[in-house]
């Protein structure tokens, strides 16, 4: 078999010979593009550019689309410049823009650039921020290694698509009327089964950003900028890719980060599947971590004893007498303090009885604002003299330290992912990290998904817009019966900063769906039976609205021997086991399937809290992008 594959090949080698031998390109052009086209058989389609070998330089010489992906390939004599090489790269994400394969789209990772150079090359190779470099007797790294990320279909499909879009680009060796059919001497190796595009995770980021997303990725922006829209629109999506291309501009480290712990992390991982070879150039950390890390990296101690912290707050609300006749919830009162007071740094009385409950719902009558006061001081001794500090503390310490000496090397640009979650000490501070430059900072939030207490205004944070706003429209997540069914909720934003859209206003791309209203007294045994019957091991989750209920439901399912992992755990990894957790924890992630299961806790009260609930029950809702199943009390 072997021999006959040789044969094969050198007559399609041959072939390509005659097809090229009026193009005026040096041989060793000739060499590479004849290597590239007896590879026909393996699933390989060449398209040439017409000018080659006077390829303008901002465009690939050759695209090469086969299963490992669609290679923008550089034929050049010496290394090009970066902007050259990004250029070719970005005309030929351009011209796939719109692309689909099966039931997925595509996206820039399956995209790579190489510059192939002479055999006698003796400049810089490998690996860099922007394309590999090989010398042309290195083709078969391209051709032979590597992991299949396309079936021949999509492959196919794909180099048809850049066929039909520019005459740039001429296929050398096909034919996009009447495709060969690809021989039985394909090496068994490349023929690994590939999962139907349709089974596979719509996670797994094969598209490509629709229009409004590419124009804000590419955007020049002259200051802070913003990126809103609802649940599953693609904002983070946008967001990171928006770094790699500030990334790939090179002018140094990005940061990610975000008003809640977790979500940095996963952003993280989803970062490392789309441009793994960028990653060293962004941090992905939460706002405090990032605080801790710095004021540590300035001598300045910054852990947290959140248990301590605890046990201060505890001691001074079971003192009190007053602020329960007002409202009888150790959390209301834990927000005032941390989002209200503390989150918004507040350090006098006077401030305070004038200052914006912005997010907080309801008044406070004056009387009960002097009574919060003394009960924040009591909190502050307290933990002085447990020797202690807490989260708003470590924010506010960061800020004074960053005021007194900025960072010696600034971001080339800061992303705030769910900003809306951001107290205003840390919107200030995430202002400061960054600076006002051009592209220096992007704020990206839903208000309709916040979950926690209190708000702002950008002009608090002396952070103005000036129209740097995108609103995105597209829900690629939920399919249309979740979309509408999440929709449903009235979850009001209380988050008026620059152009939003509710959840209803969403345009599902994918159709179908299905949604499950349980009524019934079984609860644990029908979710259990639901969860049992599911057709696959893609990701599925239970969110809850109280730690308590996670908690149960992870008991149920380890007692019924289903794999569980708690959400609090999870980074983002793919995982068959069930993720148990609250809507909070679940913040920055998608499962196929999400069950809600009813709760026994008391309903909530206040008007703040009836709020804050619906919108939690509509971010839990917006993780399910197939099957969404809810329980309803009896
Ligand atoms: N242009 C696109 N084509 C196909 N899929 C997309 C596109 N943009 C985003 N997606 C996918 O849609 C899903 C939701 O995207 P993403 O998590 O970025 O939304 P989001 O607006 O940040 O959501 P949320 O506010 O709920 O966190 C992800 O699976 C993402 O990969």
């Known amino acids: 078999m072997t021999g006959t594959f040789h044969h094969r090949q050198e007559l399609l080698r041959r072939e390509a010979e005659v097809q090229l031998r009026d193009r005026p390109l040096p041989s060793w052009q000739k060499r590479v593009l004849h290597r590239f086209a007896a590879e026909r058989d393996n699933g390989w389609y060449p398209l040439l550019n017409q000018f080659a070998p006077h390829t303008p330089r901002q465009r690939p010489d050759l695209v090469l689309v086969g299963r490992m992906g669609v290679l923008v390939v550089l034929l050049r004599e010496a290394e090009p410049d970066w902007e050259d090489s990004r250029a070719a790269f970005v005309w030929t994400a351009e011209l796939l823009a719109g692309a689909s394969i099966g039931s997925g789209m595509l996206s820039e990772s399956v995209l790579r650039t190489v510059v192939v150079h002479p055999i006698e090359h003796t400049g810089r190779q490998g690996r860099s921020a922007d394309h590999l470099a090989i010398t042309e007797d290195e083709l078969d790294r391209l051709l032979k290694r590597g992991e299949r990320i396309l079936t021949s279909d999509e492959a196919l499909s794909l180099a048809k ?18 495709i060969p059919r690809q021989r039985g001497s394909v090496p068994e190796v490349l023929q690994e089964p590939v999962a139907p595009s349709a089974r596979r995770p719509f996670r797994d980021w094969r598209y490509f950003l629709d229009d409004a997303q590419l124009g804000a990725v590419r955007r020049s922006y002259s200051g802070p900028a913003q990126i809103s829209g609802p649940a599953g629109t693609g904002k983070t999506t946008l967001a990171l890719h928006r770094l790699a291309y500030l990334a790939r501009r090179g002018d140094g480290k990005l940061l990610y980060t975000a008003g809640l712990p977790l979500v940095p992390e996963r952003a993280g991982k989803r970062f490392d ?11 992905f950390t939460s706002l405090h971590e990032w605080a801790r890390g710095f004021l540590a990296g300035r001598g300045r101690s910054a852990d947290v004893d959140d248990q301590e912290v605890r046990r201060a707050f505890d001691a001074v609300w079971s003192r009190d007498v007053v602020l329960h006749g007002f409202r009888n919830s150790r959390e209301y009162w834990k927000d005032e303090v941390d989002r209200v007071i503390k989150g918004r740094g507040i350090s006098t009385f006077d401030s305070y009885r004038s200052a914006s409950r912005k997010g907080r719902g309801g008044q406070l009558p004056p009387e009960f604002r002097s009574h919060a006061w003394r009960f924040y001081c009591e909190y502050e001794r307290e933990l002085s003299e447990r020797g202690v500090f807490d989260h708003n503390d470590v924010l506010k310490r960061a800020l004074v330290e960053l005021e007194r000496r900025p960072l010696p090397r600034q971001y080339a640009g800061v992303v705030v992912d769910e900003a809306q979650e951001l107290t205003l000490t840390g919107l200030r501070l995430a202002h400061a990290i960054s600076g006002d430059g051009p592209d220096q900072l992007l704020l990206v939030g839903d208000g309709q998904q916040q979950v926690l207490a209190g708000g702002w205004r950008l002009s608090d944070a002396g952070i103005s817009l000036h129209g740097r706003g995108e609103v995105l429209q597209h829900d690629y997540r939920n399919r249309g019966r979740v979309l509408e069914r999440a929709g449903q909720v009235e979850a009001i934003n209380r988050f008026d900063e620059g152009p939003s859209l509710p959840l209803n206003a969403a345009l599902p791309v994918r159709g179908g769906g299905q949604v499950v209203e349980w009524h019934g007294l ?6 259990l039976c639901a969860l049992l019957a599911l057709d696959d091991d893609s990701s599925a989750a239970i969110i809850t609205e109280t730690e308590a209920s996670a908690e149960h439901w992870l008991h149920v399912l380890r007692e019924a021997g289903v794999k569980a992992l708690p959400l609090a755990e999870w980074d983002g990894r793919d995982t068959t086991d069930t993720l148990v957790g609250t809507s909070l924890q679940a913040k920055g992630s998608e499962f196929r399937t999400v069950f809600l299961p009813a709760e026994s806790a008391p309903p909530p009260g206040s008007r703040e809290d009836r709020e804050t609930h619906q919108r939690r029950r509509l971010v839990a809702m917006a993780r399910a992008q197939d099957h969404l199943w809810l329980s309803h009390p009896h």
């Open 522 to 527: 079984e609860q644990e045994r029908a979710l």
């Open 273 to 283: 599947q789309m441009a793994p070879e960028l990653s060293g150039q962004i941090e």
């Open 161 to 178: 698509h850049l066929d039909s879009r520019t005459f740039d680009l001429t296929p050398i060796m096909w034919n996009s009327q009447r």
